[in-house]
């Protein structure tokens, strides 16, 4: 034990030398400096408003020469950047987040800034409908979240990674994948605030993959359900076009057709709804294979005339934005234009359809072969980029080992002398501890005897009360005063053993004396003891008997016990690990003249005592609101056990 604490005190020191040449080293302070302008600067968000400011802030940020040296807060400054150029739509964004990662990849640890840089690609690559790479470097993140329950990163950002990723399984067909990231950012959703997008969208990505699975509805019931509760509870926080395409994948699967086309209708005017106010590309594609999806119903069911009205509206919002249209959506709208010719006998027309619809298959298998191959060129470059990352950081391993073995003897020396220095410290600091402890030690066994010893007049006062009521012949006053004193001396003999007692055995034994001491008197005094908001009295251990010789002494010399209206009110109350007692007493209406000379042998003991307990405790003794009365504020510090 005492080792240990010389060890302590040894690495205190250590740490309070660094702290001192930290406060003293101005590029130290620089750094600290240049940390919370970054933190300061991110709570900042982008608006129309502040865009070009907050973009030239980061810009002359990144070229400040304590972020160059430091690389992540370089790699912080970069990241930032990229991501205000990412929401302006900016090629500067891919750039940016590129260098960004090549900062930090070759790092140890780092886990939530690479997990953020990952993400960011992944969405660089999405805008640029590079999903292969978008996939590699969203499951990279997730991969993070996943490993590392313990990154600092909020649930709103753990689940977007998440999720980002499942979306992006989901598209390259890797529905397994999928699942795993839905069901794991499930949890996290559930912790978001009401309003965030997430607690929807974690849903309706669960029930498209377990559809496009081939689940059976049952096992996307539930989600269907909570989805549901979420748009009744929050209509006005979710687009509730999310919820009639959920209920429209559950009633295809299970073959409700009449509650299909009523939800293929509701979304419908939904994406009309949303269509008068913003004409965006995805908007645009909505509401048009909104129109086809509806038609296609009808054609199934050979409603001719029906069918046609929502071809003529799909064709007039197509010609209405020519070229913004997906080629999986004309597939989808062509299909159902050969299909309601056939129906109306157009065979010619329907057959032209039929090989428009063959051209675009054909136009997009061309298409997304290349971008498969060249994006799957990009990932072999990736992965072949990533072990040459993986082979670097063992040579630096093996080149930081070799520096180390180099540095081994001259770290012996140092550490040899440093040794020599604390030996010559703890023989010193040793001396003084074995001087201080048998000097300690002294003091608590002569105070632990007297305190054993208790005040031998009113041990005799005591015994002449108790021969007052047996004379007088108050036998039940008798019992309970020798039943009262038989307790003061058991718990007198049984405390005195300790040296540290619970406070309410201490309460208890206080309350025993004043009894005595209230009986003696003919009851011409009254008390009050009050703990305040001490809840478990039994957990506090102080001093044994260290109050009672201040209680006594406001009972003999700060009572007017012959006017019988004595009153002593005594407080107990607890801050932190430090016990404030109150011993306010009323007072005598004549002044007292005490003889300076005399000294109470229990007001010495007790100050001694205090003394020991250290610096903190403390007795202050001041006059009362009253004409004459005292108080004597005591702060004794405790132990909890």
């Not at 305040?532 to 009572?559: C, F, K, R």
């Not at 019988?564 to 306010?584: A, K, N, P, S």
Request: charged share 20%; aromatic share 8%; with cysteine.
């Amino acid at each position: 034990m005492r080792q240990t604490t010389r060890w302590i005190l040894c690495v205190a020191l250590c740490f309070w030398l660094f702290s001192c040449y930290q406060h003293s080293n101005p590029i130290f302070q620089q750094e600290t400096s240049i940390s919370t302008q970054i933190d300061t600067l991110k709570k900042v968000t982008l608006a129309s408003t502040n865009s070009d400011s907050l973009l030239h802030v980061w810009q002359q940020m990144a070229m400040k020469p304590s972020v160059l040296k430091d690389t992540l807060l370089h790699v912080e400054v970069k990241y930032q950047l990229a991501r205000l150029y990412g929401m302006q739509r900016k090629d500067s964004a891919r750039i940016l987040i590129g260098q960004a990662l090549e900062l930090i990849e070759p790092t140890n640890g780092n886990l939530k800034m690479k997990a953020l840089i990952y993400n960011g690609l992944g969405n660089v690559c999405s805008m640029e409908s590079r999903q292969k790479e978008a996939g590699y470097y969203y499951n990279k993140a997730a991969a993070i979240v996943l490993s590392d329950s313990t990154i600092d990163l909020s649930f709103q950002a753990k689940s977007a990674m998440l999720l980002s990723a499942a979306q992006s399984n989901l598209k390259t067909f890797q529905y397994d994948l999928a699942e795993k990231m839905n069901r794991a950012a499930l949890p996290l959703c559930d912790s978001l605030p009401e309003g965030d997008i997430h607690k929807q969208r974690v849903l309706v990505q669960l029930i498209q993959t377990l559809k496009m699975r081939d689940k059976p509805a049952a096992s996307f019931l539930p989600y269907l359900r909570r989805l549901e509760d979420l748009h009744n509870q929050h209509p006005d926080k979710y687009p509730i076009s999310y919820l009639y395409d959920s209920k429209i994948q559950y009633f295809s699967t299970i073959g409700q057709k009449d509650s299909l086309l009523h939800y293929q209708l509701l979304k419908m005017q939904s994406d009309e709804q949303r269509y008068e106010t913003e004409k965006s590309i995805v908007v645009i594609n909505n509401l048009f294979i909104a129109y086809c999806n509806v038609a296609t119903f009808h054609l199934e069911h050979n409603r001719q005339t029906l069918a046609a009205g929502y071809i003529q509206q799909a064709t007039d919002l197509e010609e209405t934005h020519p070229d913004v249209i997906f080629a999986s959506n004309e597939i989808i709208y062509q299909e159902a234009l050969a299909a309601l010719y056939q129906l109306q006998g157009k065979k010619d027309q329907a057959i032209a359809a039929w090989k428009h619809v063959s051209m675009i298959q054909k136009e997009v298998y061309e298409m997304e072969n290349t971008q498969v191959a060249a994006e799957m060129n990009s990932l072999y470059q990736l992965q072949a980029k990533d072990r040459s990352i993986r082979t670097l950081n063992e040579n630096i391993k093996i080149n930081q080992l070799q520096l180390q073995q180099n540095r081994l003897w001259l770290a012996v020396l140092v550490l040899g002398i440093i040794l020599l220095g604390m030996m010559m410290l703890f023989l010193y600091y040793s001396f003084r501890q074995r001087r201080f402890r048998a000097e300690k030690e002294k003091v608590l066994l002569q105070q632990k005897l007297l305190r054993t010893q208790m005040e031998p007049h009113f041990i005799f006062n005591t015994l002449a009360a108790l021969q007052s009521f047996v004379r007088l012949d108050k036998k039940e006053a008798a019992i309970k005063y020798l039943n009262r004193f038989s307790r003061l001396l058991r718990s007198s003999l049984e405390m005195s053993r300790e040296d540290w007692v619970p406070l309410n055995e201490e309460i208890e034994a206080l309350e025993n004396y004043i009894s005595l001491q209230q009986m003696r008197c003919e009851e011409a005094f009254s008390y009050t003891i009050v703990q305040s908001e001490i809840q478990d009295t039994d957990g506090v251990l102080l001093p044994p008997m260290l109050i009672q010789p201040y209680v006594e002494n406001a009972i003999l010399h700060g009572l007017d016990l012959e006017s019988g209206e004595g009153d002593i009110h005594i407080r107990f109350q607890l801050e932190d690990d430090l016990l404030t007692v109150t011993i306010e007493d009323s007072g005598k209406i004549e002044k007292v003249i005490v003889d300076p000379a005399h000294r109470s042998l229990s007001g010495i003991i007790s100050r001694e005592r205090m003394q020991l307990l250290g610096k903190r405790a403390s007795i202050q003794v001041t006059k009362s609101s009253g004409a004459s009365g005292t108080i004597i504020t005591m702060k004794i510090p405790v132990v909890f056990g």
